[in-house]
């Protein structure tokens, strides 16, 4: 619509805003309305033709523009953290990136992944799934990550610890 119209024109005026579309042929099929703050993007919206929801539209565009971040060199490398039964959610997340050639890796083991933290840096991304929020050796090794220089994303509850420690919070 118009607003987004206008807010994007705004954005992109500005160079901070993105336009992820995925074509078929010369048919626009899904699109991704972005915009940039310092090494941080945000998806706007994201909307995809209903005609070819069979294909998973959203999905592919997903897989694109994760592709072209990490040619462009603005991540180097995804971590999933997981405990428990977020854990098997963490190793799932890696298995479908790694199947697209993009350098991600997964913990599952609070030891493991408070090592692993302390060989990151700018231009990481953590991706710290938590049903809770709480748990003790996840919020120690994310907190580790951060102080590092890793962007911290935590899919986890609104105004749990991990939250509050985490740059994004979904």
Same mark, same amino acid.
């Given at each position: 619509?118009?607003?987004?119209?206008?807010?994007?024109?705004?954005?992109?005026?500005?160079?901070?805003?993105?336009?992820?579309?995925?074509?078929?042929?010369?048919?626009?099929?899904?699109?991704?309305?972005?915009?940039?703050?310092?090494?941080?993007?945000?998806?706007?919206?994201?909307?995809?033709?209903?005609?070819?929801?069979?294909?998973?539209?959203?999905?592919?565009?997903?897989?694109?523009?994760? $592709?072209?971040?990490?040619?462009? %060199? !603005?991540?180097?490398?995804?971590?999933?953290? +997981?405990?428990?039964?977020?854990? &098997?959610?963490?190793?799932?997340?890696?298995?479908?990136?790694?199947?697209?050639?993009?350098?991600?890796?997964?913990?599952?083991?609070?030891?493991?992944?408070?090592?692993?933290?302390?060989?990151?840096?700018?231009?990481?991304?953590?991706?710290?799934?938590?049903?809770?929020? $709480?748990?003790?050796?996840?919020? %120690? !090794?994310?907190?580790?990550?951060?102080?590092? +220089?890793?962007?911290?994303?935590? &899919?986890?509850?609104?105004?749990?610890?991990?939250?509050?420690?985490?740059?994004?919070?979904?």
């Amino acid at each position: 619509g118009r607003f987004y119209t206008e807010m994007m024109q705004a954005f992109c005026a500005q160079g901070r805003g993105r336009v992820w579309r995925l074509r078929f042929g010369d048919k626009v099929v899904a699109m991704d309305l972005c915009i940039e703050g310092g090494d941080t993007l945000v998806v706007l919206k994201t909307a995809f033709d209903p005609d070819y929801r069979n294909v998973s539209p959203a999905f592919l565009l997903k897989q694109d523009a994760f $592709r072209q971040v990490f040619d462009e %060199g !603005s991540i180097r490398r995804i971590e999933f953290y +997981g405990v428990g039964n977020s854990g &098997i959610v963490a190793l799932d997340a890696q298995h479908k990136l790694f199947r697209y050639g993009m350098p991600v890796a997964s913990y599952v083991d609070g030891h493991t992944m408070g090592m692993a933290a302390t060989l990151l840096r700018r231009g990481d991304v953590v991706i710290a799934i938590s049903a809770s929020g $709480r748990t003790t050796d996840m919020l %120690g !090794s994310v907190e580790i990550a951060r102080d590092a +220089g890793a962007k911290v994303i935590a &899919i986890t509850t609104s105004d749990s610890p991990l939250s509050k420690i985490s740059a994004v919070t979904l």
